[in-house]
C-alpha cells in the first residue's frame, strides 16, 4: 500500500476539511444510538413502569463531579486544539493528556459508584431502571475509554509534529461524550421523580 | 371480491370488502392508466419507430404539469381512501358497541384457552365454559373478547370475521365482533410464536341458539366431542363445492410428534 | 497495451509495485476490489437466500415430505428457514449489492476521484461485513439450531431462551445483524464524505448523478433510522444474555417497544434500498431513451420527501399489535400520503420516456421490469396502509406478495439491471446477449408466477409462516395447494434461470467480447475510464461542465454530451 492516500481524500468540495465532516458524521449516527436510548428511558419513566423510583439512589454529588471532571476537560482539549493551531507542538500534547487525566478521574469515580451499588446488592437485573443505567453509563464509559485511547494515540504523533488537525477532531468526539453526559446526568441522577 | 376467497361472517366483515372493493377498483383504475401509459411510451418511442429523441428537460411548467396534475388528482384519491379505512378502523377498533355476551381467549405456546361467559353472562364466577382450541358463539349476538397471553404474543384472527388482534402477555386486550353466518370457521394464530406456531390453530362455531345451548350442556356433561378435532381429522366443511380437501395422509411426522406432546 | 484487457492485466499495469494475490484482491483498500467484494459476497448470499426459500417453498408445496438438497424440514428448521431468509435477503443482499457493492464501485467515478476518502476504513467495512457473515453461518449450527422468531423478532420470543428454543441462535443472529450495521455505518461515513467533499471541479450538486444522490440520500436514513435499533439491539442483546427485563412484561418490561424501535428502522429500510435502486434505474433509463431525466429536481425532491414521511409511517406494521387505536388513524394518514411523492417520482421516470429513442438492451429490459413490477408492489401496499383494511389482511400472503412486489425489483431486477449496465466497465467486456435474454425473460416471468399467486391465497386469509397448512382446514383446500404448488414451480424454474446468469457472469469474463470505455455511448464520468478503469482510475482526473442527462441536445452532432466534455458533442 502506498503511503499517500489518494487524491479524493486532498479534495474539499464543501469547504470543510475531510476528516472533520467525517467525524461530524460519525457523531450524528452516534446522536441517534444514545437518542434511541434516552428515549425508550423516558417513555418507560413516563409510562410508570416500576423501578424508576431507585433514581433517588443514584449519588448525585458523584454525578455531579464527574459533569465538573468533564466540563473541565472539554475545556482542556479546545486549549489543545487552540495550541496545535498555532503548532504549539508540546503545549497541544501536554493538553491532550490534562484530558485523558480528566477521563481517568471521570472513570475511578464512576468505578466507585458501579462498586459502591454492587456492594450494595443493586445490579444489572435489579430493576428496569438499573438496567437503564447500568446500560446508558456503560455505553457512554465506554466511549470515555475509547476517546482515552485514541487521544493517547493521537498526541504522540501530534508531538511529532504530524497530524495536528487531529486534535481537533478528538475534541469534537471529546465535546460530543461530554454532551451525552449532560444529557444522562439530569435523567438518571436529578430527576427523582 | 374477498367474499369469493373467504364467507362474510361478521357483522363487519361486509363493510370490509366494500373498502376492499373501493380500493381494487379505485387503485386499479390508476395502476390501469399509468401501466398503459408506461407500456404505451415504451412501444411508441422505441429505436425503430423514433431514431431521435426530444430534449425535454422536464423543468418548465408546461412540461412540468403532466407530471404534476396526476400527482394533485392521487390527493384527492387519497382522501377518499383515508376517508374509508379509517371509517371501518373506527368501526372495528375504536367502538364498542353493547354486549350481549363475553368470552376470554388465552395463548400459550401453542394451543388456544376460551372462556365462556356462561348463562350469567360474566367471567369469572362459577358457570364458566372452559374448551381448549374450541370457541363457541351464537350467532347474530354481539360478543366482547378479552385476549390474554401467557407467554409470548400470539394473534387472534378471524379470517371469515375479518378480525386480527395481537395478543400481548401482561395485558388484557378487548374488542368486539358480531357473528352473522353459521358455521365453524378457522382460528389462527397470526403471529409468529415460536417452533409450533404453525399448529397453534383452533375452531370457532357459530350457533344457532338451540345447537349453542346444547353444545354447552354437551361440554358439562363431558358428551362433547370438539369440532376442532373434527375438522382436523375430516376437513373443514367446505367453503364452496369447488374445493375438495387436500388428503390429509400426507401429514408430517413432526406434526404428530408435537401434537402428542400436549 | 490496450485499455479493454481483463482486470488483472490492467492492475499489473497500474500497480507502482508488483503486489501478492491477498494485497491486490483481498486486503485491498481500492474502492473497486472492495466493491466487487461486496458484490460477490452479496451474490453468495443471495444463492443462500433463494436456497432457503427454495427449502421452505418446496415444504409448503409438498408438506412432510423430503426436499430434494435439503431433507425433511421440521417445523422449527422450516422457521429457521423464513426467518433467515428474509434477514438474508435484506441485510445481506440487498444493501451490500445496491448500496456498498455499486455506491462502492460507482461513486468514485461517477464523482470523478480516484478512490474513496477513506480507504482504509472502507477496507475495515468490507471485513466487518464478512465476519458478520461467519457469525450468521455459525448461527446455523449451534444446539438448538437457528433463530426461527422471524426476522422481526419480536421479544419475548426473541428475547427469552425458553420460548425461543434457540438459546445462542437468537444471540448470534442479533450479533450478526449488529455487525453488518456497523459494517454499513463505517461504509455510509465514507460514502457521505467522499461524495460531499470530492467531486470532480466544476461538479455542482446538481450535476450528481442520481444513482449517487439516491445511494447518499439511502445512507443518511440509514444512519438516523438505525440508531434507535441499534440501542434496542442492545437492550434486547442484554435481555438475551444478561437477563435484563426491557422487553419482558412480567418485570415491567414492555415487548411493544421493540416494535416501535424495529419498525422505526425497517421502513424507512424500504426506501434504503429502494432509493439506489431507482437511482440506478435512472441513470439507465436515460441513457437508453436518449432523454433527459424528465424534472432532476423534481426527482430529486421527491426523494427526500419520501425519506421524510417515511420516518413517520412505521406504525402501521403495528396496526394490530396492541397499539393506541387512535394512534392508527395518523398512520394511515401518514402512509397514504407517501404515496403522493412515490407517484410523482415513477410519472417523472415515465415522462422520462416520452419523446425518447428507445433501446432496449438487457440493462434497459431490466429497468423496464423494474419500473412495471414495483408499480405493482406500491400499488398492492394501499390495501395494507388502509387501516381498516389491514385488520384483515396484516400477515396474511397478500403482505408477502405485496413486499416481495417491491423488493424483488428492488434487490432482484434492479440489481441485474445495473450489472448488466455496468459490467463492461467493471470487467472490460460485455455479457453475452443471448444468454442475457434467456436470464431476463426467465426470471420476469417465473418472478411474477411466483408472487401473483400469493395474492389470492393472501385474500383467503392464508397467514404468514405457518409449515404446513393442515392445521387450518380453511386453507388445506385442493385449490389453494394447487395454487402454492404453482408458485413454488415458479421459484423453482425461477432459480434454475439463474444457472445461465452465473455461467454467463463468469465465462464473459474471460471470453466476452472486448468492451470500449463507454459502450453504451452515456454521459456520466464512470464511461471515461478506462473499461476496467486501473487503479487510480483515470488517466486524467476529469473536469465536469455540465449535468449528467444531456442527451439529444440540440445542436450537437451526436446524441450524448459527456459530462466532463468542454465543448460541444
Given at each position: 500500500?502506498?503511503?499517500?492516500?489518494?487524491?479524493?481524500?486532498?479534495r474539499?468540495?464543501?469547504?470543510?476539511?475531510t476528516?472533520?465532516?467525517?467525524?461530524?458524521?460519525?457523531?450524528?449516527?452516534?446522536?441517534f444510538?444514545f437518542?434511541g436510548l434516552?428515549?425508550?428511558?423516558?417513555?418507560?419513566?413516563?409510562?410508570?413502569?416500576?423501578?424508576?423510583?431507585?433514581?433517588?439512589?443514584t449519588?448525585?454529588?458523584?454525578?455531579a463531579?464527574n459533569t465538573?471532571?468533564?466540563?473541565?476537560?472539554?475545556?482542556?482539549?479546545?486549549?489543545?486544539?487552540?495550541?496545535?493551531e498555532?503548532?504549539?507542538?508540546?503545549?497541544?500534547f501536554?493538553?491532550?493528556?490534562?484530558?485523558i487525566?480528566?477521563?481517568?478521574?471521570?472513570m475511578?469515580?464512576?468505578a466507585?459508584?458501579?462498586?459502591?451499588?454492587i456492594?450494595?446488592?443493586?445490579?444489572f437485573?435489579?430493576?428496569?431502571?438499573?438496567?437503564?443505567?447500568?446500560?446508558?453509563?456503560?455505553?457512554?464509559?465506554l466511549?470515555?475509554?475509547?476517546?482515552?485511547?485514541?487521544?493517547?494515540?493521537?498526541?504522540?504523533?501530534?508531538?511529532?509534529?504530524?497530524?495536528?488537525?487531529?486534535?481537533?477532531?478528538?475534541?469534537?468526539?471529546?465535546?460530543?461524550v461530554?454532551?451525552?453526559?449532560?444529557f444522562?446526568?439530569?435523567?438518571?441522577?436529578?430527576?427523582n421523580? | 371480491?374477498?367474499?369469493y376467497?373467504?364467507?362474510?361472517?361478521s357483522?363487519?366483515?361486509?363493510d370490509m370488502?366494500?373498502l376492499?372493493?373501493?380500493?381494487?377498483?379505485?387503485?386499479?383504475?390508476?395502476?390501469?392508466?399509468?401501466?398503459?401509459?408506461?407500456?404505451?411510451?415504451?412501444?411508441?418511442?422505441?429505436?425503430?419507430v423514433?431514431?431521435?429523441?426530444?430534449?425535454?428537460?422536464?423543468?418548465?411548467?408546461?412540461?412540468?404539469?403532466?407530471v404534476?396534475?396526476?400527482?394533485?388528482?392521487i390527493?384527492?384519491?387519497?382522501?377518499?381512501l383515508i376517508?374509508?379505512?379509517?371509517?371501518?378502523?373506527v368501526?372495528?377498533?375504536q367502538t364498542?358497541?353493547p354486549?350481549?355476551?363475553?368470552?376470554?381467549?388465552v395463548?400459550?405456546?401453542?394451543?388456544?384457552?376460551?372462556?365462556?361467559?356462561?348463562?350469567?353472562?360474566?367471567?369469572?364466577?362459577?358457570?364458566d365454559v372452559?374448551?381448549?382450541?374450541?370457541?363457541?358463539?351464537?350467532?347474530?349476538?354481539?360478543?366482547?373478547f378479552?385476549l390474554?397471553?401467557?407467554?409470548?404474543?400470539?394473534n387472534?384472527?378471524?379470517?371469515?370475521?375479518?378480525?386480527?388482534?395481537?395478543?400481548?402477555?401482561?395485558?388484557?386486550?378487548?374488542?368486539?365482533?358480531?357473528?352473522?353466518?353459521?358455521?365453524?370457521?378457522?382460528?389462527?394464530?397470526?403471529?409468529?410464536?415460536?417452533?409450533?406456531?404453525?399448529i397453534?390453530?383452533?375452531?370457532?362455531?357459530?350457533?344457532?341458539p338451540?345447537?349453542?345451548?346444547?353444545?354447552?350442556?354437551?361440554?358439562?356433561n363431558?358428551?362433547?366431542?370438539?369440532?376442532?378435532?373434527?375438522?382436523?381429522?375430516?376437513?373443514?366443511?367446505?367453503?364452496?363445492?369447488?374445493?375438495?380437501?387436500?388428503?390429509?395422509?400426507?401429514?408430517?411426522?413432526y406434526?404428530?410428534?408435537?401434537?402428542?406432546?400436549? | 497495451?490496450?485499455?479493454?484487457t481483463?482486470?488483472t492485466?490492467?492492475?499489473?499495469?497500474?500497480?507502482?509495485?508488483?503486489?501478492?494475490?491477498?494485497?491486490?484482491?483481498i486486503f485491498?483498500?481500492d474502492?473497486?476490489?472492495i466493491?466487487?467484494?461486496?458484490?460477490?459476497?452479496?451474490?453468495?448470499?443471495?444463492?443462500?437466500?433463494?436456497?432457503?426459500?427454495?427449502?421452505?417453498?418446496?415444504?409448503?408445496?409438498?408438506?412432510g415430505q423430503?426436499?430434494?438438497?435439503?431433507?425433511?424440514?421440521?417445523?422449527?428448521?422450516?422457521?429457521m428457514?423464513?426467518?433467515n431468509?428474509?434477514?438474508?435477503?435484506?441485510?445481506?443482499?440487498?444493501?451490500?449489492?445496491?448500496?456498498?457493492?455499486?455506491?462502492?464501485?460507482?461513486?468514485?467515478?461517477?464523482?470523478?476521484c480516484?478512490d474513496?476518502v477513506?480507504?482504509?476504513?472502507?477496507?475495515?467495512?468490507?471485513q466487518?461485513?464478512?465476519?458478520?457473515?461467519?457469525?450468521?453461518f455459525?448461527?446455523?449450527?449451534?444446539?438448538g439450531?437457528?433463530?426461527?422468531?422471524?426476522?422481526?423478532?419480536y421479544?419475548?420470543?426473541?428475547?427469552?431462551?425458553?420460548?425461543?428454543?434457540?438459546n445462542?441462535?437468537?444471540?448470534?443472529?442479533?450479533?450478526?445483524?449488529a455487525?453488518?450495521?456497523?459494517?454499513f455505518?463505517?461504509?455510509?461515513?465514507?460514502?457521505?464524505?467522499?461524495?460531499?467533499?470530492?467531486?470532480?471541479?466544476?461538479?455542482?450538486?446538481?450535476?450528481?448523478?442520481?444513482?449517487?444522490?439516491?445511494?447518499n440520500?439511502?445512507?443518511?436514513?440509514?444512519?438516523?433510522?438505525v440508531?434507535p435499533?441499534v440501542?434496542?439491539a442492545?437492550m434486547?442483546?442484554?435481555?438475551?444474555?444478561?437477563?435484563?427485563?426491557?422487553f419482558?412484561?412480567?418485570?415491567?418490561?414492555?415487548?411493544?417497544?421493540?416494535?416501535?424501535l424495529?419498525?422505526?428502522?425497517?421502513?424507512?429500510?424500504?426506501?434504503v434500498?429502494?432509493?439506489?435502486a431507482?437511482?440506478?434505474?435512472?441513470?439507465?433509463?436515460?441513457?437508453?431513451?436518449?432523454?433527459?431525466?424528465?424534472?432532476y429536481r423534481?426527482?430529486?425532491?421527491t426523494i427526500?420527501?419520501?425519506?421524510?414521511?417515511?420516518?413517520?409511517?412505521?406504525a402501521?406494521?403495528?396496526?394490530?399489535?396492541?397499539?393506541?387505536?387512535?394512534?392508527?388513524?395518523?398512520?394511515?394518514?401518514?402512509?397514504?400520503?407517501?404515496?403522493?411523492?412515490?407517484?410523482?417520482?415513477l410519472f417523472?421516470?415515465i415522462?422520462?420516456?416520452?419523446?425518447?429513442s428507445?433501446?432496449?438492451?438487457?440493462?434497459?429490459?431490466?429497468?423496464?421490469?423494474?419500473?412495471?413490477?414495483?408499480?405493482?408492489?406500491?400499488?398492492?401496499g394501499?390495501?395494507l396502509?388502509?387501516s381498516?383494511?389491514?385488520?384483515f389482511?396484516?400477515?396474511?400472503?397478500?403482505?408477502?406478495?405485496h413486499?416481495?412486489?417491491?423488493?424483488?425489483?428492488?434487490?432482484?431486477?434492479a440489481?441485474?439491471?445495473?450489472?448488466y449496465y455496468?459490467?463492461?466497465?467493471?470487467?472490460?467486456?460485455?455479457?453475452?446477449?443471448?444468454l442475457?435474454?434467456?436470464?431476463f425473460?426467465?426470471t420476469?416471468?417465473?418472478?411474477?408466477g411466483?408472487?401473483?399467486?400469493?395474492?389470492?391465497?393472501?385474500?383467503?386469509?392464508?397467514?404468514?409462516r405457518?409449515?404446513?397448512?393442515?392445521?387450518?382446514?380453511?386453507?388445506a383446500?385442493?385449490?389453494?395447494?394447487?395454487?402454492?404448488i404453482?408458485?413454488?414451480?415458479?421459484?423453482?424454474?425461477?432459480?434454475?434461470?439463474?444457472?445461465?446468469?452465473?455461467?454467463n457472469?463468469?465465462?464473459?469474463?474471460?471470453t466476452g467480447?472486448k468492451?470500449?470505455?463507454n459502450?453504451?455511448?452515456?454521459?456520466?464520468?464512470?464511461?471515461?475510464?478506462?473499461?476496467?478503469?486501473?487503479?487510480?482510475n483515470?488517466?486524467?482526473?476529469?473536469?465536469?461542465?455540465?449535468?449528467?442527462?444531456?442527451?439529444?441536445?440540440?445542436?450537437?452532432?451526436?446524441?450524448?454530451?459527456?459530462?466532463?466534455?468542454?465543448?460541444?458533442?
Open positions: 500500500m502506498s503511503m499517500h492516500g489518494p487524491i479524493a481524500t486532498g474539499t468540495a464543501t469547504g470543510i476539511p476528516a472533520r465532516l467525517a467525524v461530524w458524521w460519525l457523531l450524528s449516527s452516534e446522536v444510538i437518542g434516552i428515549a425508550c428511558f423516558l417513555l418507560f419513566k413516563f409510562n410508570g413502569a416500576p423501578g424508576f423510583q431507585d433514581a433517588v439512589l449519588v448525585t454529588w458523584a454525578g463531579f465538573f471532571v468533564l466540563l473541565t476537560s472539554s475545556l482542556t482539549i479546545v486549549l489543545a486544539h487552540d495550541a496545535a498555532h503548532g504549539d507542538k508540546d503545549r497541544a501536554k493538553y491532550i493528556w490534562f484530558t487525566f480528566g477521563g481517568l478521574v471521570f475511578c469515580v464512576k466507585y459508584e458501579y462498586g459502591s451499588k456492594a450494595h446488592g443493586v445490579g437485573t435489579t430493576n428496569i431502571f438499573w438496567s437503564f443505567y447500568f446500560t446508558m453509563t456503560g455505553l457512554h464509559a466511549h470515555v475509554l475509547g476517546g482515552m485511547v485514541i487521544m493517547g494515540m493521537v498526541s504522540f504523533d501530534i508531538r511529532k509534529g504530524y497530524n495536528l488537525h487531529r486534535a481537533e477532531l478528538v475534541g469534537l468526539y471529546w465535546h460530543f461530554d454532551i451525552v453526559w449532560i444522562l446526568f439530569p435523567i438518571l441522577y436529578i430527576a421523580f | 371480491m374477498l367474499d376467497f373467504i364467507p362474510r361472517a357483522s363487519f366483515s361486509g370488502d366494500g376492499f372493493n373501493l380500493i381494487v377498483y379505485g387503485v386499479g383504475f390508476w395502476f390501469v392508466l399509468t401501466l398503459s401509459v408506461l407500456v404505451y411510451f415504451m412501444i411508441r418511442f422505441r429505436h425503430s423514433s431514431p431521435k429523441a426530444a430534449y425535454i428537460t422536464g423543468e418548465k411548467h408546461s412540461e412540468s404539469k403532466w404534476h396534475w396526476p400527482h394533485y388528482a390527493i384527492v384519491f387519497d382522501v377518499v376517508a374509508g379505512a379509517i371509517m371501518v378502523w368501526q372495528v377498533k364498542l358497541p354486549k350481549d355476551d363475553i368470552i376470554r381467549a395463548g400459550q405456546q401453542w394451543s388456544w384457552s376460551f372462556v365462556h361467559s356462561g348463562p350469567d353472562g360474566k367471567l369469572d364466577t362459577e358457570d372452559l374448551t381448549v382450541n374450541d370457541l363457541h358463539v351464537e350467532v347474530g349476538k354481539v360478543y366482547h378479552e390474554q397471553s401467557r407467554d409470548v404474543l400470539h387472534f384472527s378471524i379470517p371469515a370475521f375479518r378480525l386480527k388482534q395481537d395478543m400481548i402477555p401482561g395485558r388484557t386486550i378487548t374488542g368486539w365482533f358480531e357473528p352473522t353466518q353459521e358455521g365453524t370457521f378457522d382460528l389462527q394464530c397470526a403471529e409468529m410464536c415460536g417452533h409450533g406456531h404453525g397453534m390453530g383452533a375452531a370457532i362455531t357459530v350457533h344457532s338451540e345447537s349453542y345451548q346444547a353444545t354447552m350442556e354437551a361440554i358439562q363431558g358428551t362433547y366431542e370438539s369440532e376442532y378435532l373434527k375438522r382436523l381429522k375430516e376437513g373443514s366443511t367446505p367453503i364452496n363445492a369447488k374445493r375438495p380437501q387436500v388428503s390429509q395422509n400426507e401429514a408430517s411426522p406434526t404428530e410428534k408435537l401434537l402428542s406432546s400436549f | 497495451m490496450s485499455q479493454a481483463t482486470m492485466e490492467a492492475h499489473a499495469h497500474d500497480v507502482h509495485h508488483e503486489e501478492s494475490f491477498w494485497t491486490k484482491y485491498s483498500v474502492h473497486k476490489v466493491g466487487l467484494q461486496y458484490m460477490f459476497l452479496g451474490l453468495f448470499m443471495a444463492l443462500v437466500g433463494g436456497y432457503f426459500a427454495y427449502s421452505f417453498r418446496m415444504q409448503l408445496a409438498f408438506p423430503e426436499v430434494p438438497l435439503y431433507g425433511l424440514v421440521s417445523p422449527a428448521e422450516y422457521n428457514l423464513v426467518t431468509h428474509g434477514t438474508i435477503m435484506i441485510f445481506w443482499v440487498a444493501m451490500p449489492v445496491l448500496i456498498a457493492a455499486f455506491g462502492n464501485y460507482m461513486i468514485p467515478l461517477m464523482i470523478g480516484d474513496m477513506f480507504p482504509r476504513l472502507n477496507r475495515l467495512s468490507i466487518v461485513f464478512f465476519v458478520s457473515i461467519v457469525v450468521l455459525i448461527s446455523f449450527f449451534v444446539e439450531g437457528g433463530f426461527g422468531g422471524a426476522w422481526t423478532s421479544p419475548p420470543l426473541s428475547s427469552v431462551a425458553e420460548y425461543s428454543l434457540t445462542w441462535g437468537s444471540s448470534l443472529w442479533l450479533l450478526a445483524v455487525l453488518e450495521i456497523v459494517a455505518l463505517i461504509g455510509g461515513i465514507n460514502f457521505l464524505t467522499t461524495t460531499m467533499n470530492s467531486r470532480a471541479p466544476g461538479m455542482r450538486m446538481t450535476d450528481v448523478p442520481i444513482a449517487v444522490w439516491t445511494i440520500i439511502a445512507v443518511i436514513m440509514f444512519m438516523a433510522s440508531g435499533l440501542a434496542g442492545v434486547l442483546f442484554m435481555d438475551q444474555r444478561l437477563g435484563t427485563t426491557f419482558l412484561p412480567s418485570a415491567g418490561g414492555d415487548p411493544v417497544l421493540w416494535q416501535h424495529f419498525w422505526f428502522f425497517g421502513h424507512p429500510e424500504v426506501y434500498v429502494l432509493f439506489p431507482m437511482g440506478i434505474v435512472a441513470d439507465i433509463i436515460t441513457t437508453f431513451s436518449r432523454k433527459k431525466l424528465f424534472g423534481a426527482i430529486l425532491y427526500i420527501a419520501t425519506g421524510a414521511l417515511s420516518f413517520v409511517v412505521w402501521h406494521h403495528q396496526f394490530v399489535a396492541g397499539i393506541d387505536p387512535r394512534m392508527a388513524n395518523i398512520f394511515a394518514v401518514t402512509t397514504l400520503l407517501i404515496s403522493v411523492p412515490i407517484a410523482e417520482m417523472c421516470y415522462a422520462t420516456l416520452y419523446g425518447g428507445i433501446r432496449y438492451e438487457l440493462p434497459m429490459k431490466w429497468a423496464m421490469a423494474f419500473l412495471i413490477s414495483f408499480l405493482v408492489g406500491g400499488v398492492t394501499i390495501p396502509g388502509a381498516g383494511m389491514d385488520i389482511f396484516h400477515d396474511t400472503y397478500f403482505v408477502i406478495a413486499f416481495h412486489y417491491t423488493f424483488f425489483p428492488i434487490a432482484i431486477l440489481m441485474f439491471a445495473a450489472i455496468w459490467y463492461p466497465k467493471m470487467f472490460g467486456r460485455h455479457m453475452n446477449k443471448l442475457g435474454e434467456i436470464h425473460w426467465g420476469f416471468l417465473t418472478f411474477n411466483l408472487f401473483l399467486p400469493l395474492f389470492l391465497v393472501g385474500m383467503a386469509g392464508q397467514h404468514r405457518i409449515y404446513n397448512y393442515q392445521h387450518f382446514p380453511d386453507l383446500s385442493a385449490d389453494l395447494q394447487g395454487i402454492r404453482f408458485a413454488t414451480t415458479s421459484l423453482v424454474l425461477l432459480l434454475l434461470f439463474q444457472i445461465p446468469f452465473i455461467w457472469f463468469f465465462a464473459s469474463m474471460v467480447e468492451a470500449e470505455a459502450p453504451w455511448k452515456a454521459n456520466s464520468l464512470e464511461w471515461v475510464a478506462p473499461s476496467p478503469p486501473p487503479h487510480g483515470f488517466k486524467e482526473l476529469p473536469t465536469v461542465y455540465r449535468g449528467p442527462y444531456e442527451y439529444s441536445v440540440p445542436g450537437n452532432r451526436e446524441d450524448y454530451w459527456p459530462q466532463h466534455m468542454p465543448d460541444r458533442n
